[in-house]
């Protein structure tokens, strides 16, 4: 019994610690259009894989082969599926019936919906939420601020967080969070509040109002602010906002780089013919 443990192949706190550092800070270091994020994550992966099979370079070479598959997810809330991953690797390693498609495919097929997840808690809900807030205090003057970095170790508590349930649980962990169908609405509702936030940041920080004042026949004035403010106050930086959406939604060839460029263009046009 003594020597069937010493023979169980174990990954340490410090090995763990250093493949939850290099897969969440350079997962995209390498990024590509073939394999997206896999070169980044098989190469923090690489020192636990020699020692799960240091006395086996076949089956090593069989998972470096495994985790160069393509991979794509948002970082924080798919650092579970890298750790549940690994933690099928170790039991691979001692002796379980896992075949190595398996991983594969459980990578593959959890990495959409973690990444939907991801991307709607952090990009649409809790970064625009958050950025408003310190925004409002920036323009202040206020040194309440400089508290926006403060968001970068939320993510980071919670990137480690999932990482040390997806290993201490597997693939159990994983699909606890995917069960059921509250994923979906929890997602369809934050994008909404998220679209929502930005809308507000958008009739808050978005200041583009007409000036210009037409005198016509008869000694009537036309006042373009006042017409605008009378129909819909912030009509025109929605305008704008939503104009930026359909080109980039619907325009071909559209980018953002474009949509800047015409924004600058409109802006300039505007100032010297005293529009704005």
Known sequence: MAEENKNVKTLSKKDLALFWYLQHFFQKATQSISYYYANGICASMIHCLKKLYADDQEALDEALLRHLEVYISEGNCGSIILSASMAM??????????????????????????????????????????????????????????????MGFLFIALSLFLFHTGYSQGKTAVLKVLKGDWLDKFVVGAGILGMMMMGCLGANYVNIQPTLVLELSGGNVLDLPGLFDSILPGLVPFLFLIGGYLYLEKGKKASSIKLMLIYLLVVIIGVLLNIW
């Open 89 to 150: 690797e170790e039991e691979k390693a001692n002796g379980a019936p896992i075949d190595g498609s398996f991983i594969t495919t459980f990578k593959t097929s959890c990495m959409g919906p973690m990444a939907g997840l991801g991307d709607t808690i952090i990009g649409y809900v809790v970064s625009p939420i958050w950025a408003s807030i310190f925004a409002g205090f920036g323009m202040e003057g206020s040194p309440l601020c400089l508290l926006s970095f403060a």
